[in-house]
């Protein structure tokens, strides 16, 4: 390889080669980097075992008013590094998380003119690499503004992806196209691709604070580059010295179940900054929510209004009852009434609507055990919001609620901004200006021990390992697709592709566990997949903070597919992928972290699939009894979508399980170490 | 999903439509078949999972001279049989295999003429299905000639497949291509295909006897036909009744392992007919062979005369010394002298050449404990064969030779055959005059007690179930491309190919093992593999009969390498696919017959991978040392193909490997049970 680059740089130069040519390789030697100045651009491109996986890209920035950072560079110095750690995540989809890079730092100076100095951080990993800019003190500069970023990723071939948009109205919740990347123009990331040879690609970004969400761009044939969310003015990022970008991530794997298991965008992120976490607890929830979306019930105050006294107490009992730990609570606070969408300013934090008895609800739950969810819809007013948050968190955390449900309903730019001038100006959802909000938001609830559920969120990219207490998000189309609208919901096949884009960006609050798949008031709106499958994803899609999100009566009615909901955990020990096909099929084990058990979820699209689960991630020589929730002989999402089989048998880890999903179906299992009655029973 | 079919009947028909539709299901109604007359004609179709897989699909015969078996028809009878029995194969990949499947036998019939009925049996399996036609003793007929086979197979889209064509000069021996059906007009079975939704397919035929081998042909969009290689008097079967053809036969799954691990071929054959086949022993061999390829020997006797007497003796001793059980030698006998892929007539299979001590060399291998393979190659002049055969055999069985390889080394249609006229006719390799040859062959060599393993076969449809002496056949692009010729070989997803299409039919007889990678003296040709590679191929591929290909020396100088080859055994327990993409990478386990070992072989293409490779197939509470050999930290197959690092460690079932194949890689581990002196070195 080393070779070939070198042919390369001689044909271009006639000076100092090498010392304009720096190289770095992963661990292991799997992903290797070379890093160059060609006629003053810095330009970078990958390989793996040797082949280009990122062809020569640009890198630099375009600045406003000022000498912009993309030419007439030279490497001033560099520094490498390894680093190997193993560190403990309070919470997660997998407990011990290994840390292993090679490092390359590059310092890159123009001769004259301010700014003049720019840094390059590479850090290279067996699963794939991060890269992020400094722009470092330097004489003569402390505010700036970035007019764009130049960082480019020129892919080798037109790989086959799968994309949602950016910039469109409905932020990311959009169903997931799958093309070659000459039909993806301007999208989101994650934005994962798999070349014609069977290699996985997802790019991404990790840490992203106080600097716009990056689109990628398509520029040429397969090339794209970071296209960065603008403030109303057009600025894109508006800086101070020293600042350090998000991480730019990529990663790569030869099967798609590998993008899954990868943890590099949280080892991009800076480790846990609150201290003592015990206070941030995973668990479930249920919540008078779902019957809104099917119009049972109102937020808004009326003879229909969901968030009463009564039916709070109801869902508190059902809550305690069952085990769940949070309740939530939607329209119980003033602002509901009239288009909230565009009245967000008249939401009150604090204040309940008459017929909420919000303390005396909060000291009931707190009397069994359970917690009320502050949900804080904002209609994407986030400066009515901001003026509250302190005033209400404090209310919240002596009223004992341990978590909120925010929400920004609206469309992509209608984040109302009043500027130094005292002018409104628009927002983009996933612009500086936003980011900085949802991150004010983490750190004011993380003084008060709140736990941040984020819906209409900005993208995730790591943030919870340095900020424990942002749980989990929306931001893909979660189950309420499934019950309104005129476009059919969300088709069965859409769960098996968010866990290999929207969710390796971190956890989902997806809603998922319907019971009462079709609705007799809308026979044009269903759930689309059969039942065995609303409970798989439970272990397919990840989320500390999960939902049994239909009414409680369907599952007082379902006490059997219930039980599996019950026990499934929302905090893990370890996670690992069994067979993973994006848009086709996924099979996820995850041991719970507070016991021996282990628990598999399996989901396929529209075609039903027989797969192979190999038990070998069982402890060696012991019987476990496998809980099976699996789709019945005639089961099919569409026709017959209730026929479940719940069944046990004795298991042990040398044994292969057939699981046999039908179209549009799945199959939950819980394994627990089997007692001497479970062997004499089911011998 | 009968629905559907009821609603197009009530179309179509006005009159007793349930009488004219008969549907059946795999045994766990994974699979369905709808059969059906319409207009008189009959038709199929089948749905996986109520998804349709074939489009309703035409089915029948054009005969010659008399009424045709296409139209006119209706049903008289149907009967079901439901088969559920685990049967033994004395050899093979697998020992144990059930074969399980509902049957559906249908009786047609045409109003009057000669012939009027027709058979017609499917056997529904949860992997796949197979259908025969037979056409049954009735009055009037007794010989006919079939013009064409209407059967028809109509895909529902433009899958994406990998193929080799049909009636092209050079039989099977070509690289696969991978295009849309779109571009694959006439095709060689196993033709494997993959849908946009995940499915694999793989169509071909069982226990083809007596008939001319299929391929396929595209009619229209995506719609093949059965294509009968042909007489050369243009008829494409001679018969008599009862005529029962091969099975037709498509194989379903949903990932590309599943293909490998179905037995569906195997299952439609008929039983072991040998009786006691303990003579029947596969193992290793080596032999005078990949010397004359690089043209440091001939086959033709002069200077560099392959085939001597003190060549063979140095074999022998090889062979006996490292465990191999049978020494092939090639040249040996009269007619290599001249054009002999013209004058075929020439080869005389019991005359020795005067350097070459035939009967002293048999002596002294079995004195050393192993056998001579008898080679026969006939230049495709199978009626000089047929006459010399049951001498050869009588000599061969005196002499202790246990096998026999065959050759037919000539262009596609270049079997010479004289006809009632005494006129010299050129057939096909592939036509129902030469499947009556090879089959007559193996027949004969049974009587003797003879082992049977075929270059330039026909291909494989399953017949070593009935007949277990026929171990194993070329049939593809072996290892010796690699020796010559100026188009660069078998490149790296060659053997990733193989598996999935070729193999899929029966075993090969790849010859692989080559040490030394790269020639002296031909510097354009080479072996596009790492060293690590080639002992991997001995478990992706699978012969009961595997050459160690290269020359002994080569062995002797690399004695760690050589020692995998030594230990791996031809003989399974069992085979498990760990990782498949087919083109792309293949990791398959198997387990010794003989013993508790498992072997681990893996391969990927031109692309480095890592694989993940879960144990779980070891025995639950026993420690195993893997013995592994696998590519360098530098390896690559182009610029550094013989860095192999060869090492022990101690594992268990509950470890997962994580294999680091180079470019154009592999990887081989044997896993053998932990003595207390391994537990303790190893710790």
């Known amino acids: 390889m080393r070779k070939t680059i070198l042919l390369l740089m001689f044909v271009s130069f006639s000076f100092s080669l090498s010392a304009q040519t720096l190289e770095v390789a992963s661990p292991g030697n799997i992903v290797q980097l070379s890093f160059y100045i060609r006629d003053g651009v810095p330009y970078y491109s990958i390989k793996r075992f040797g082949r280009e996986v990122i062809k020569p890209s640009r890198m630099g920035f375009i600045l406003k008013d000022m000498q912009s950072l993309d030419k007439d560079f030279r490497i001033t110095s560099s520094a490498r590094n390894h680093f190997d750690e193993t560190w403990t995540q309070p919470w997660g989809e997998k407990k011990d998380i290994r840390n292993n890079y090679n490092e390359l730092t590059v310092k890159l100076e123009r001769p004259s003119g301010t700014p003049s100095k720019m840094n390059i951080t590479f850090r290279l990993y067996d699963d794939g690499l991060g890269f992020r800019y400094e722009i470092?003190?330097?004489?003569?500069?402390?505010?700036?503004?970035?007019?764009?970023?130049?960082?480019?990723?020129?892919?080798?071939?037109?790989?086959?992806?799968?994309?949602?948009?950016?910039?469109?109205?409905?932020?990311?919740?959009?169903?997931?196209?799958?093309?070659?990347?000459?039909?993806?123009?301007?999208?989101?990331?994650?934005?994962?691709?798999?070349?014609?040879?069977?290699?996985?690609?997802?790019?991404?970004?990790?840490?992203?604070?106080?600097?716009?969400?990056?689109?990628?761009?398509?520029?040429?044939?397969?090339?794209?580059?970071?296209?960065?969310?603008?403030?109303?003015?057009?600025?894109?990022?508006?800086?101070?010295?020293?600042?350090?970008?998000?991480?730019?991530?990529?990663?790569?794997?030869?099967?798609?179940?590998?993008?899954?298991?990868?943890?590099?965008?949280?080892?991009?992120?800076?480790?846990?900054?609150?201290?003592?976490?015990?206070?941030?607890?995973?668990?479930?929830?249920?919540?008078?929510?779902?019957?809104?979306?099917?119009?049972?019930?109102?937020?808004?105050?009326?003879?229909?209004h969901g968030a009463t006294t009564e039916n709070t107490r109801r869902y508190i009992d059902f809550a305690s009852k069952y085990g769940f730990r949070g309740v939530l609570v939607e329209g119980w606070n003033l602002g509901w009434d009239g288009d909230w969408v565009k009245n967000g300013d008249q939401f009150n934090f604090s204040t309940p609507y008459p017929d909420y008895d919000f303390k005396g609800l909060a000291d009931y739950a707190k009397q069994k055990g359970v917690y009320l969810i502050g949900h804080n819809e904002t209609g994407g007013a986030i400066m009515n919001y901001e003026r509250q948050l302190t005033d209400a968190f404090s209310l919240y955390e002596k009223l004992g609620i341990k978590a909120i449900k925010t929400g920004y309903v609206n469309w992509g730019r209608s984040i109302k901004r009043i500027d130094e001038e005292g002018n409104a100006q628009l927002e983009w959802h996933h612009g500086q200006y936003t980011v900085r909000h949802y991150q004010k938001v983490v750190e004011e609830a993380a003084k008060h021990h709140i736990m941040v559920d984020v819906h209409e969120p900005i993208k995730d990219t790591g943030l919870r390992r340095t900020f424990p207490n942002m749980m989990s998000r929306e931001g893909a189309r979660g189950e309420e697709y499934d019950a309104w609208g005129s476009e059919g919901g969300n088709p069965p096949e859409h769960t098996t592709i968010l866990p290999f884009t929207r969710l390796l960006s971190g956890p989902m609050d997806f809603t998922p566990g319907i019971f009462a798949l079709t609705f007799k008031d809308r026979p044009a709106n269903r759930v689309n997949t059969t039942l065995a499958r609303q409970l798989a994803h439970y272990v397919t899609i990840y989320s500390p903070l999960h939902m049994a999100a239909d009414m409680i009566e369907n599952y007082e009615a379902n006490p059997k597919p219930f039980k599996f909901i019950q026990d499934v955990p929302t905090d893990w020990q370890d996670t690992r992928v069994l067979n993973a096909s994006i848009g086709n099929y996924l099979t996820i084990v995850r041991q719970d972290r507070n016991s021996r058990d282990w628990y598999l979820g399996s989901i396929t699209d529209e075609q039903g699939r027989i797969l192979e689960a190999p038990l070998g991630f069982l402890e060696a020589g012991e019987k476990y009894v496998a809980e099976i929730y699996c789709d019945g002989q005639n089961a099919d999402w569409r026709t017959n979508p209730y026929d479940i089989e719940i069944t046990e048998m004795l298991v042990d880890n040398s044994m292969t399980l057939s699981l046999r999903l039908a179209a549009g179906g799945g199959e939950a299992i819980r394994f627990r170490p089997a007692t001497e009655e479970d062997v004499k029973r089911l011998k």
């Open 136 to 304: 470092p003190e330097q004489e003569g500069l402390k505010k700036f503004e970035v007019m764009d970023e130049l960082t480019e990723f020129a892919f080798t071939d037109d790989h086959m992806a799968w994309w949602i948009g950016a910039f469109w109205p409905n932020r990311y919740e959009y169903l997931y196209r799958h093309t070659p990347l000459s039909k993806a123009d301007t999208v989101q990331t994650p934005f994962t691709m798999e070349t014609s040879d069977g290699l996985f690609i997802s790019m991404h970004e990790a840490a992203l604070m106080d600097y716009p969400s990056m689109a990628l761009k398509r520029t040429e044939s397969f090339t794209y580059k970071a296209e960065l969310y603008p403030w109303s003015d057009g600025t894109r990022v508006k800086a101070e010295v020293s600042l350090k970008t998000p991480w730019r991530t990529m990663q790569l794997s030869d099967d798609a179940g590998g993008l899954i298991t990868s943890y590099l965008i949280l080892n991009l992120n800076e480790p846990n900054k609150l201290g003592d976490v015990s206070w941030v607890q995973p668990g479930k929830y249920v919540g008078i929510w779902w019957a809104m979306h099917l119009g049972y019930y109102t937020w808004n105050p009326g003879p229909k």
